[in-house]
């Protein structure tokens, strides 16, 4: 069945995760992805803590193509390719493609219709826009650490990769927005994206926080003014064995009543939301009690059938055996020969007419022949030659 972005190919000359995510969300929605690596080591992840496993994590559903861009034969046949191609994703170091002659101003020149991407810590202007970034320098940069972890503790990391794959699915709603203009226009344009302003964007919340009242205080687990509001900890007491109940006003009702406590809906201490602040102490102490009395999934199922939002707090491998998740198919079992068998996650984007189908990232210029043979017409025989020269 022909998916949502069938026919449209992308060349992913990225590294390491925003850019990867980014192309690898375009493949499971049907592009054709040619990841473009350097010949000898590719993308530096393939080799990280000398364990593929990060690379394989975001480089599913694409095609490996290696050359060696410090050759004119390659940056040629690279040309050829980029004529024939709709989106560019790169994200080298700044000006890095621009002193290799293939920057926006020379690729617009060869294909006035390619979406040229870019991904940078901080952007490709502004005071910083020569700096690098990772992770927790975008965390850092865009505000999301001041606002993590304890007030009693510094700023915090926050190991779910807002900066890294939060950007590179900003930067796929931007390469869509371009290629649905292109529709109108005829054009490409050059987009960008910036791992500073994706987690501005994420944490937006507590710059409204900070209009009210100024520097916002870390909270930790606590959600707002909201009690119940926060992780409680569980049976047997492990150290994920807590569950995150989410009460709004208008679910106090149905939480006294699953805690078999009905009388507390009209306690003085907690009758209002504003009460259940002031005495949060008390009654965190009475939902701690009652969680104590549970597995956590017990408690989340007890809260749930209520109608009270509450969640386990499942570690990797509850994930991973996640029977929910599984149906969604979002745990997905792949083979690559030389490693074996791996789980990575799926695809969160559910299409009723774009099923995603799921291949297995590929191995060092797996594909190189059939790319150049395909889209430059050079023979087999050449790319043996080409590789034992070191071009591909």
Same mark, same amino acid.
Not at 379 to 392: D, L, S, T
């Given at each position: 069945?022909?998916?949502?972005?069938t026919?449209?190919?992308?060349?992913?000359?990225?590294?390491?995760?925003?850019?990867?995510?980014?192309?690898?969300?375009l +493949?499971f929605?049907?592009? #054709?992805v040619?990841?473009l690596?350097?010949?000898?080591?590719g993308?530096?992840?393939?080799?990280?803590?000398?364990?593929e496993?990060?690379f394989?994590q975001?480089?599913?559903?694409?095609r490996?193509?290696?050359? *060696?861009?410090?050759? #004119?034969?390659?940056?040629?046949?690279?040309?050829?390719?980029?004529?024939?191609?709709?989106?560019?994703?790169e994200n080298? $170091?700044? $000006?890095a493609?621009?002193?290799?002659?293939?920057g926006?101003?020379?690729?617009?020149a060869?294909?006035?219709? %390619?979406? !040229?991407?870019t991904?940078?810590?901080? $952007?490709?202007?502004?005071?910083?826009?020569?700096?690098?970034?990772?992770?927790?320098?975008?965390q850092? /940069?865009?505000?999301?650490?001041?606002?993590?972890?304890?007030?009693?503790?510094?700023?915090?990391?926050? &190991?779910?990769?807002?900066?890294?794959?939060?950007t590179?699915?900003h /930067?796929a709603?931007?390469?869509?927005a371009?290629?649905?203009?292109?529709?109108?226009?005829?054009?490409?344009?050059?987009?960008?994206?910036?791992?500073?302003?994706?987690?501005? *964007?994420?944490?937006?919340?507590?710059?409204?926080?900070?209009?009210? +009242?100024g520097?916002?205080?870390r909270?930790? *687990?606590? %959600? +707002?003014?909201t009690?119940?509001g926060?992780? !409680?900890?569980?049976?047997?007491?492990?150290?994920? #064995? &807590?569950?995150?109940?989410?009460?709004?006003?208008?679910?106090?009702?149905?939480?006294?009543?699953?805690?078999?406590?009905?009388e507390?809906?009209?306690?003085?201490?907690?009758?209002?939301a504003?009460d259940? &602040?002031?005495?949060?102490?008390?009654?965190?102490?009475?939902?701690?009690? &009652?969680?104590?009395?549970?597995?956590? !999934?017990?408690a989340?199922?007890?809260?749930?059938?209520? =109608?009270?939002?509450?969640?386990a707090?499942? #570690?990797?491998?509850?994930?991973?055996a996640?029977?929910?998740?599984?149906?969604?198919?979002?745990?997905?079992?792949?083979?690559?020969?030389?490693?074996?068998?791996?789980?990575?996650? +799926?695809?969160? %984007?559910k299409?009723?007419?774009s099923?995603?189908?799921?291949s297995?990232?590929?191995?060092? =210029?797996e594909?190189?022949? =059939?790319v150049?043979?395909?889209?430059?017409?050079?023979?087999?025989?050449?790319?043996?030659?080409?590789?034992?020269?070191?071009?591909?």
């Amino acid at each position: 069945m022909s998916q949502a972005l069938t026919g449209l190919r992308v060349i992913d000359m990225t590294h390491n995760q925003a850019g990867p995510a980014c192309a690898q969300m375009l +493949g499971f929605l049907g592009a #054709d992805v040619i990841k473009l690596e350097e010949p000898k080591s590719g993308d530096v992840a393939r080799a990280q803590n000398n364990d593929e496993l990060f690379f394989l994590q975001f480089n599913a559903n694409k095609r490996s193509l290696t050359l *060696n861009l410090k050759t #004119d034969e390659a940056k040629a046949h690279f040309k050829k390719i980029i004529a024939q191609s709709d989106v560019l994703i790169e994200n080298f $170091g700044p $000006g890095a493609l621009d002193r290799m002659g293939l920057g926006w101003t020379e690729l617009q020149a060869i294909n006035p219709r %390619l979406i !040229y991407a870019t991904i940078k810590g901080f $952007g490709t202007y502004g005071p910083h826009a020569h700096m690098k970034s990772f992770e927790p320098i975008a965390q850092a /940069m865009g505000g999301a650490m001041c606002v993590t972890g304890f007030a009693d503790g510094p700023p915090t990391y926050n &190991w779910p990769s807002i900066g890294d794959s939060g950007t590179g699915m900003h /930067m796929a709603i931007a390469i869509l927005a371009a290629i649905n203009q292109r529709h109108n226009t005829g054009r490409g344009q050059h987009v960008e994206v910036s791992m500073q302003e994706s987690v501005l *964007n994420l944490i937006r919340i507590s710059l409204r926080e900070h209009q009210r +009242g100024g520097v916002p205080a870390r909270t930790g *687990n606590q %959600l +707002g003014k909201t009690v119940p509001g926060t992780a !409680y900890p569980c049976a047997p007491g492990g150290p994920n #064995d &807590w569950v995150y109940i989410y009460a709004p006003p208008q679910m106090w009702s149905a939480v006294c009543k699953v805690l078999g406590r009905p009388e507390l809906e009209t306690n003085p201490l907690f009758k209002t939301a504003n009460d259940r &602040w002031t005495n949060r102490a008390a009654l965190d102490a009475i939902m701690t009690e &009652w969680t104590m009395a549970h597995s956590k !999934y017990d408690a989340m199922k007890r809260m749930g059938d209520a =109608g009270v939002p509450a969640g386990a707090c499942q #570690d990797t491998a509850e994930v991973m055996a996640d029977p929910h998740l599984k149906a969604r198919d979002m745990i997905v079992d792949m083979e690559y020969p030389p490693r074996g068998a791996f789980k990575t996650v +799926g695809c969160p %984007l559910k299409l009723s007419d774009s099923p995603v189908s799921f291949s297995r990232p590929p191995m060092l =210029g797996e594909h190189t022949e =059939g790319v150049l043979g395909v889209l430059c017409g050079v023979a087999p025989a050449e790319v043996q030659r080409m590789k034992r020269e070191g071009i591909v």
